[in-house]
């Protein structure tokens, strides 16, 4: 008999559980605590529930807690860690531990459908969505945890493509029953799948970070062949007419690669089509991957990017390279793994 896992359900649900088994109501919040808040991987370490109960609960559950199967550290401390999610597929989460903060890159989906360019992650093909266990056990199984202060859904898959599970993943992430964290320690990036973003918009108080990448629609579409059915005018339009609030934050992803979106022309354009946006622009460095004639923009170029972008008035980061002597790049180790 297949065991399903109790990781990654909301304490909803583990009610409809329990009712369902006979079990008082307060049992689910019992759980909650012994999979949210301990370090337990049996469910016969849930000692506040009775022997009987726990027998019971065996019988069609398990905790769904799983180890990663490899780790990749890199000199600058950034460690990669590969998930088997069924059979011969795989997925990665990177930890980034910096001064100030140690931060989580967590996958939503094995495989992704959307196929940029530049991506591995797209090259695999779609292989599966995630459950909202699958997304929360990257969390709950990595060695740092008690460091963790940060969580960016921005690993392989597209998370609002996954929506449903996604949400349910932030609900257990934020909420008192589960770990806990403030809803502005968790961004969520997407290419803007515009059923999702407005689902994400609604019921979710977590940041969103857009990936742009080229402010011109022919160039993106070249590039992320997602800008047909999800055009990036559509989704900055849906974000200037959504209420953020004071506590959360939009920004904006765009890699720099060397003369195809990095040139003056790129610059102006992105800055009137981020008009009337209050946001952040993170210029991001290029890893290189297998497949693609894409390179990486020369720092010359992207520091002149980023004058332009903010003499225009708009708040600049250029994200620092992590994990370049490893397979750090979305994608790279899982595809290893998959080729074996």
Known sequence: M??????????SELEEIVKDLGF???????ITEWLYKKQITDIDEMTNISKKNRDKLKEKYKTGLEKNIEVQKSDDGTKKYLYTVGEGRFIEAAYIP???RATLCVSTQSGCKQACEFCMTGKQGFQGHLTAGQIINQVKSLPELDKLTNIVYMGMGEPLDNVDEVLKSLEILTSDYGFGMSPKRITVSTIGVIPGLIKFLDNSKCHLAISIHNPFKEERLKMMPAERKNPIEEVLEIIRNHEFGRQRRVS??????KGVNDTQRHAKQLVKQLHKIESRVNLIRFH??????????????INNFKREL???GLTV????????????????????????
């Open 2 to 11: 297949i065991k399903h896992s109790l990781l990654g359900h909301t304490l």
């Open 24 to 30: 008082p109501k307060f049992t689910a919040k019992q």
């Open 98 to 100: 910096e001064t100030d």
């Open 252 to 257: 904006f992803e765009y890699i720099m690669f």
């Open 288 to 301: 290189q991957i297998p497949g693609t004639s894409l390179q990486g923009s020369p720092d010359t170029d």
């Open 310 to 312: 903010e003499k225009k």
């Open 317 to 340: 980061t250029v994200r620092k390279s992590r994990g370049e002597d490893i397979d750090a790049a979305c994608g790279l180790l899982s595809t290893k793994e998959k080729n074996k």
